[in-house]
């Protein structure tokens, strides 16, 4: 059974950070890329990094460059996202998602095979 779990979000002040996890099982992680995406209240659901199978290739996107940082570890399954220097704007419901990196001829994947349920981050003074 393919499980994506997505955890370490909470509620932190302007200019704080928060470390997300995404521990996944039931697929050959080493096989996939790995992406975040968020979706703020009234907003569409956006991709704002994605990590290659082989970490050679990442994405970010341009709302968190420089601030986000991601991360995986082949040997846990697990996929990281350290957040830095967090804006009211950076609040919303934080997702991952598996990409099979044999099927994708696009960067960042075009399309997910696999999605976690999602955490909540709230950034507020």
């Known amino acids: 059974q393919v499980q994506l779990v997505e955890s370490g979000g909470g509620s932190v002040q302007p200019g704080g950070s928060l470390r997300l996890s995404c521990a996944t099982s039931g697929f050959t992680f080493e096989h996939y890329d790995i992406g975040w995406f968020r979706q703020a209240p009234g907003k569409e659901r956006e991709e704002i990094s994605c990590i290659s199978n082989g970490e050679r290739d990442i994405y970010y996107a341009d709302s968190v460059k420089g601030r986000f940082t991601i991360s995986r570890d082949n040997a846990k399954n697990t996929v990281y996202l350290q957040m830095n220097s967090l804006k009211s704007e950076d609040t919303g419901v934080y997702y991952c998602?598996?990409?099979?990196?044999?099927?994708?001829?696009?960067?960042?994947?075009?399309?997910?095979?696999?999605w976690g349920q999602g955490t909540q981050v709230t950034v507020s003074s």
């Open positions: 998602a598996a990409a099979d990196d044999y099927y994708s001829d696009h960067w960042p994947p075009l399309d997910y095979d696999y």
